[in-house]
């Protein structure tokens, strides 16, 4: 079970999300811990899972433009399993999450264009155990905290602390 301890441990996660590169000795003097303190701790994090990994974060969308929706989906009951089956199968579905309130799913869908963004739509709603959908081209992306949401289109590979 992922379990973080103290505001040292929320301080840790926060500079690893801004950097997860940065070095223990660079993280030990901002936290005003030492360096093996700041080994022990981020030992302890990955081994409880709450550090699952590490990513390359590009300056730019190797994809160029592409374009982004959210999309609500409103699900027959007892048909969950048979839906994200579906929806796993569609490569430009890059997360999804199961939420509360009229609509049962957020799937963000990543595409080249608007217009391909409509077709997949048009194969969600052809899933059997979709109800209705209901979707925002995003916009613009102002900032994003590690993979708080699950969406990493731009991420790359691993790389270690």
Known sequence: MSEVR???DRQLIGLLLANGRESTT???KKLGVGRTTVHERIARLEKNGLIAGYSAILSQDPFND???AMVMVSIVQKRQKDVLDNLKSLPEVVSCFTITGDYDL???VQAPRVED???VLDEVLSFSGVERCRSWIILGKHFQ???ALGIEPTSVGRVAV
């Open 6 to 8: 103290d505001h040292i």
């Open 26 to 28: 660079d993280l030990a």
């Open 66 to 68: 592409s374009t982004l």
């Open 106 to 108: 957020v799937v963000m």
């Open 117 to 119: 963004i409509d077709a």
């Open 145 to 147: 905290r590690g993979a």
